[in-house]
């Protein structure tokens, strides 16, 4: 496994990126919806750098099966989802990979008629993308590795570990 980002640059980039939001939502009613699981480490994170009134909200998708890096089939669960109807609804995910994930969720959260739909991500992975779809928000963009860590999984480990870091053929 190799270390690619610290805790310390990504306190950094959140606390950012938390300002950033807090100035472009000014007098708006905000939803952070994350996604279920990969979001969670930078939700309770991020939720706490934007000073503004909001919700929190949450919705499942999952691409990532067991002990593969390709994605699988699409599975998204809504059951969690609040109200959302009029918001201006930030959805957050860990990684912008092929990018299928965070544009089929767009298409789904907008069903529920909200204002606005904007994306945060932490990750976006350097010429992967499938879709035309850009995050609005981007951290840290990384080149094409598979990474674990804040809230990134492999087989669903290492999603605690406090720093993004590379895993390599050796370590699946
Ligand atoms: P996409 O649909 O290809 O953009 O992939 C998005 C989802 O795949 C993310 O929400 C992650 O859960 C997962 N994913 C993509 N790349 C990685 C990675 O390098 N490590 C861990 N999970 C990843
Ligand atoms: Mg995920």
Redesign the pocket.
Same mark, same amino acid.
């Given at each position: 496994m190799r270390p690619l980002i610290t805790s310390s640059e990504i306190e950094q980039e959140v606390a950012k990126l938390g300002s950033t939001i807090a100035d472009d939502y000014q007098g708006r009613r905000l939803t952070v919806l994350g996604?279920l699981t @990969?979001s969670i480490v930078l939700l309770a994170d991020l939720i706490r750098r934007i000073d503004l009134p909001l919700q929190v909200g949450l919705i499942q998708?999952a691409?990532?099966r067991g002990r593969t890096t390709t994605?699988g089939p699409l599975a998204i669960n809504q059951d969690f989802l609040p109200e959302i109807r009029d918001r201006n609804v930030l959805l957050i $995910? $860990?990684?912008? $990979?092929? @990018?299928?994930? #965070?544009s089929r969720l767009v298409e789904i959260v907008q069903q529920a008629k909200p204002a606005e739909i904007r994306t945060a991500v932490l990750l976006l992975?350097k010429g992967r993308s499938t879709v035309e779809m850009r995050p609005d928000y981007v951290c840290f963009p990384i080149p094409d590795?598979?990474?674990?860590g804040y809230g #990134? $999984?492999?087989n669903d480990e290492y999603r605690h570990l406090p720093y993004i870091a590379a895993l390599d053929e050796s370590d699946l």
């Open positions: 996604v @990969g998708a691409s990532y994605p $995910d $860990d990684i912008f $990979d092929t @990018g299928q994930t #965070l992975k590795e598979f990474v674990v #990134l $999984d492999y």
